[in-house]
């Protein structure tokens, strides 16, 4: 599985690409897309100062922002620059409630080639923030959340740093849904279940409806780990999809009694049996179990795969 395509709508509204003054109308209905082309002359800097000197600008309440190389190479270049304009002419965007960085295909990039940035001075600049989202794991730092208002967090990445999962999991803030792409070692990720140890007692994020701890290598850890933990209790999403759950994982959640109260269970992307996805049916009407894969056999081991890495 790769990442095939750029977002057709965020934040509840259609988006649509900005690229030259005039090309909206009317920034209050629909979410504004500010992407490099290959060959262009135009920085994504420049893009986001044309925007914000258009009329009816400050009506936008939410902003993506994708390719950030002129010459397409976002594996040589951060979106550093349009970050520090964003938090400097952040009173022309007084409505912004949520951001996305990061809408770039596998065509465009491979996600686990996509250059970060530092994130820190979002916070406070826009305390309107109920969205964040950010694809791309190299060098990315979320800084210390402290946030009054923000109920979604996303990180979307091919391999997640320790570092980077213990940054999000010290947001402090109303998270309501929270979802990480762990992705695989190959790729950088080196966190372990350990690391969720206080959100699995129950520690964090009180407000918490989702969680969504996705293509990860150490799924059946994750699932074995929160059939006993309180947070199965009440939480309405759990997501363990693009991973590598197996019957393991699976006979762990569907012993733990706790399954019946989730509105939804998906574990699309992953290697349980028939066996297993019935002792899930019988634990939860909500399953969602999609994409069953095949494990490889190579050099003598059992190998089994995330959906996205590279």
């Not at 730092?141 to 999962?165: C, E, F, K, P, Y």
Request: include cysteine.
């Amino acid at each position: 599985m790769t990442v095939s395509g750029n977002l057709e709508s965020f934040a509840g509204k259609p988006v649509v690409d900005f690229k030259a003054a005039g090309d909206i109308s009317d920034f209050g209905v629909v979410t504004p897309r500010l992407r490099c082309e290959y060959d262009s002359n135009h920085a994504l800097r420049d893009l986001l100062a044309t925007m914000l000197d258009a009329p009816g600008a400050a009506s936008t309440s939410a902003l993506v922002f994708g390719l950030w190389a002129e010459n397409g190479e976002t594996y040589e270049v951060s979106p550093a620059a349009a970050i520090e304009m964003l938090v400097a002419k952040k009173d022309k965007l007084p409505a912004i409630n949520a951001l996305f960085f990061g809408d770039i295909t596998s065509e465009e990039n491979e996600i686990s080639w996509i250059e970060q940035g530092e994130y820190a001075a979002i916070w406070s600049a826009f305390p309107r923030l109920e969205q964040f989202w950010v694809r791309g794991g190299n060098n990315l730092r979320l800084g210390a959340i402290n946030h009054q208002r923000l109920d979604t967090l996303v990180v979307q990445t091919g391999g997640m740093s320790r570092s980077l999962v213990r940054e999000a999991l010290a947001a402090n803030a109303p998270i309501r849904h929270f979802e990480l792409w762990l992705g695989a070692d190959d790729y950088g990720a080196d966190s372990s279940v350990e690391d969720f140890a206080d959100l699995f007692a129950g520690k964090l994020f009180p407000a918490l409806e989702t969680l969504a701890l996705r293509n990860s290598e150490y799924s059946d850890a994750i699932a074995t780990a929160l059939a006993a933990s309180p947070l199965l209790d009440r939480i309405k999403t759990l997501d363990l999809s693009m991973g590598t759950l197996t019957d393991e994982g699976a006979r762990a959640l569907a012993t733990s009694g706790r399954l019946g109260g989730l509105e939804t269970l998906d574990i699309s992307h992953h290697y349980v049996s028939s066996e297993g996805l019935a002792l899930l049916r019988g634990a939860t009407p909500n399953l969602v179990a999609d994409d069953l894969q095949e494990a490889d056999e190579w050099d003598g081991k059992t190998q089994y795969y995330v959906a996205v890495g590279e």
